[in-house]
């Protein structure tokens, strides 16, 4: 009976030590991947470096562009491709424009396209940056029932990048909720302009 107890002790001790080996591996793989939330908003980098070497980004030209996710995959960072291309979802209260008060207009990341001004945006307390009002001339809509839901996604209208989702429970006046990714996200304060 005491070796048995002794084989159970030292088993669940191996597996603990398995388990905490496996979590401290996993969450540092992941947290090399996320922004620095260390910083204030106004120290990270809000000119979106997605678009450095992204010769399709143009805050102007707004033609439609047809390019495929192969491309799209060789120019941006993994973690907007991932967002933006393949439509994945931040976690909450992590985006870098969840908790951004700052005065500007936002574009889309991956093609410079406009899509919200600043003043539009609320404190939702939802996780993500939501904005009551959309460029019309800078969005488009997409039925979405992925994960066993009904909702309806927001695209960039220049590239079909995704954008997040559109729910109908914003403040007035137009009673809607435009839940977007930050990543997908490009933000110029009007300080620049």
Known sequence: MEIGILFLRKFTSMKNLLILTFMNFFLSHCAQKKIDLTQKPEQQTME??????????????KTKLNVSNEEWRKILPPEVYAIAREANTEYPFTGKYNDFDELGEYYCAVCGNHLFRSSSKFASSCGWPSF??????GVIYKRDTSHGMERIEVLC?????????VFNDGPPPTGMR??????????????RK
């Open 48 to 61: 979106n470096s997605t678009h450095t070497n992204n010769p399709y980004y143009s805050r102007t030209d």
């Open 132 to 137: 009551y009002e959309a460029d019309k001339d």
């Open 157 to 165: 209208k220049r590239c079909d990048s995704h954008l997040g989702h």
């Open 178 to 191: 435009f839940c977007m990714n930050s990543a997908s996200l490009d933000f110029e304060p009007d300080s």
